[in-house]
């Protein structure tokens, strides 16, 4: 699978409980949005990232990658401490500059 190097930074940041390495493959004005919630800006989503580590400890495996320009999503089997752990997730990426300036989670 051909993931661009941020989503592989990600992913690894992701899987090592990193939220400072994992807010880091953002943009400053980047935006998440993740269950039901939006997260706006590279401090807001070191936060959610990190309750999500605290809460969770999710661990990601990418599945499949299909990306078009500079949007992208990655299939991701996350396993971890929630109920009907593992499950399958998108995840939507726009990556501009090799930075991702705006993702979504969806089931």
Not at 47 to 53: E, G, M, R
Not at 65 to 88: D, K, M, R
Request: aromatic letters at 10%.
């Amino acid at each position: 699978m051909n993931l661009p190097k941020v989503i592989i930074d990600l992913v690894n940041a992701q899987n090592s409980f990193d939220s400072i390495a994992y807010a880091n493959c953002f943009s400053e004005t980047a935006v998440v949005f993740d269950e039901g919630k939006t997260h706006n800006g590279r401090n807001e989503i070191q936060h959610w990232i990190n309750q999500s580590n605290e809460n969770y400890k999710s661990m990601m495996k990418p599945l499949e990658y299909t990306g078009n320009g500079t949007s992208g999503v990655l299939s991701a089997e996350c396993s971890g401490t929630f109920p009907g752990s593992p499950i399958t997730l998108k995840f939507h990426f726009d990556v501009i500059d090799g930075q991702i300036q705006h993702l979504k989670v969806t089931g």
